[in-house]
């Protein structure tokens, strides 16, 4: 079974600052996408960046950004320039493409993100 | 265009009651899915449906059940609450299968004393 570990249950950056957000997964598979979720205090998850494995470019969106090495399954998301509005709870996410009937993401445990003004 | 919405947003149960959790989803999504949320654990998948008439479990399935006789609705049903399953529960949904964005609705929280 697919296992995702996030290591660091806290997190705290000052505003600005780039901080880093560490994910490892456990796979035998090639084909997979993987996901950084948020889960602001209003509870409501929203998706903020997604990787393709097959594709060696790291994904960016706007401050948003990974290294996926794929040799080591890990995945790590960095958010640069921190904004207050950064400050959530960050979900790892991993899940098997083609893998018909049983289409589901398994997810790591979070880390919560702290942006200190 | 709502989304992903859920009714109750909060409930209280005794120990034995039954309940069921409504998501709507007005998106025209084939995926959808029930996750439990407690802390230290992340989410974890109840249960989900990757088209209308179909479901399966998922990770932690024992202790409830879901229907997806519409399309657009997906049901979870407590048959006899325990304490274990206070929980905050998110239903989502997908216009396909995992490489397309889970769309979450806004959580239930129940309690069972």
């Known amino acids: 079974a697919q296992t995702v570990t996030q290591s660091q249950p806290e997190m705290s950056v000052q505003e600005a600052e780039t901080v880093t957000l560490s994910c490892t997964y456990d796979t035998s598979e090639s084909d997979y996408y993987l996901f950084w979720y948020k889960q602001p205090p209003s509870r ?9 494995a097959y594709k060696q470019q790291n994904a960016t969106e706007n401050r948003f950004s990974v290294n ?4 080591a399954k890990s995945f790590s998301l960095k958010i640069s320039d921190s904004q207050l509005g950064d400050a959530a709870m960050y979900f790892c996410a991993y899940g098997r493409t083609f893998n018909f009937g049983n289409e589901k993401l398994t997810f790591g445990t979070g880390t919560r993100l702290t942006i200190i003004p | 265009n709502a989304g992903v919405t859920q009714t109750p947003k909060f409930r209280v149960l005794k120990t034995g009651q039954s309940m069921t959790l409504l998501c709507a989803q007005d998106m025209n999504h084939e995926y959808m899915y029930w996750y439990r949320q407690d802390p230290g654990m992340g989410l974890r998948l109840i249960h989900y449906s990757v088209g209308e008439g179909t479901t ?9 059940n879901v229907s997806r006789l519409k399309k657009q609705n997906f ?7 325990a304490p274990s399953q206070t929980s905050v529960y998110f239903c989502a949904s997908s216009l396909r299968d995992i490489i397309y964005e889970q769309y979450f609705g806004p959580g239930t929280r129940l309690t069972v004393t």
């Open chain 2, 75 to 81: 049901l979870l049903g407590l048959e006899s609450a």
């Open chain 1, 68 to 71: 996926f090495q794929k040799a």
């Open chain 2, 56 to 64: 399966a479990k998922g990770e932690v399935p024992d202790g409830y």
């Open chain 1, 44 to 52: 409501q998850m929203i998706l903020v960046i997604r990787q393709e």
